[in-house]
Nanobody, 125 residues
Framework: QVQLVESGGGLVQAGGSLRLSCAAS????????MGWFRQAPGRERECVAA????????SYADSVKGRFTISRDNAKNTAYLQMNSLKPEDTAVYYC??????????????????WGQGTQVTVSS
């Protein structure tokens, strides 16, 4: 079992920045790929970024490339999502998730086993 707790969400103006953190406990954090997903009202959950076990491989949704950066610190059992140049359309509940790493870093929600409770990000125009 892996327990995940997100923090760092909040209200920010368009163009601003936020840094989300995901603290993990339980089984070895470095055994898992990590992903950040978001879900806005009336929309499907989407993966915005994923990072491999080592942190060397990352993947981003086209909508956030160049603005968001995913990272992890295996010594601190924590994953991060740095979000810059935020837009109103980034408003959503953001979830971190842990899953067994596959040959190709997955951005599919069903490939992730453990999920946090989510943190709200609201970007005002």
């Amino acid at each position: 079992q892996v327990q995940l707790v997100e923090s760092g969400g909040g209200l920010v103006q368009a163009g601003g920045s936020l840094r989300l953190s995901c603290a993990a406990s339980g089984r070895s954090f470095s055994d898992y790929a990590m992903g950040w997903f978001r879900q806005a009202p009336g929309r499907e959950r989407e993966c915005v970024a994923a990072v491999s076990r080592s942190g060397k491989i990352t993947s981003y949704a086209d909508s956030v490339k160049g603005r968001f950066t995913i990272s992890r610190d295996n010594a601190k059992n924590t994953a991060y999502l740095q979000m810059n140049s935020l837009k109103p359309e980034d408003t959503a509940v953001y979830y971190c998730a842990a899953g067994v790493q596959r040959l190709v870093l997955s951005t599919v929600a069903s490939d992730y086993t453990y999920w946090g409770q989510g943190t709200q990000v609201t970007v005002s125009s």
